[in-house]
């Protein structure tokens, strides 16, 4: 077995509101920094795990992604895997 590390990002879709953004975005404003014209705020999630090939561990998070991490309803996902030295 060979160790991989997924990183994976989870976004709200971009149909959606996302009142987490809009409030950092009002907050940004307020440190004068209002040359930012959107915000949008996710999850970053940084999976180590064992699999034969990079393929298998692929499979893994994915299925990891579309039955818990996120909700297909209102958000999306990429993420990228390797192997670990």
């Given at each position: 077995m060979?160790?991989?590390?997924?990183?994976?990002?989870v976004m709200p879709?971009?149909a959606?509101?996302?009142?987490?953004?809009?409030?950092?975005l009002?907050?940004?404003?307020?440190?004068?920094?209002?040359?930012?014209?959107?915000?949008?705020?996710?999850?970053?999630?940084?999976?180590?795990?064992?699999?034969?090939?990079?393929?298998d561990?692929?499979?893994?998070?994915?299925?990891?992604c579309q039955e818990?991490?996120a909700?297909?309803?209102m958000?999306?996902?990429?993420?990228?895997?390797?192997?670990?030295?």
């Amino acid at each position: 077995m060979k160790q991989f590390l997924a990183e994976i990002d989870v976004m709200p879709h971009d149909a959606l509101l996302d009142p987490q953004g809009k409030a950092v975005l009002t907050g940004l404003a307020r440190l004068d920094l209002s040359d930012v014209v959107d915000v949008r705020v996710g999850k970053h999630i940084r999976m180590q795990l064992q699999a034969a090939n990079a393929a298998d561990a692929e499979s893994m998070a994915r299925k990891a992604c579309q039955e818990l991490l996120a909700n297909p309803v209102m958000e999306s996902f990429s993420l990228e895997v390797r192997e670990l030295p």
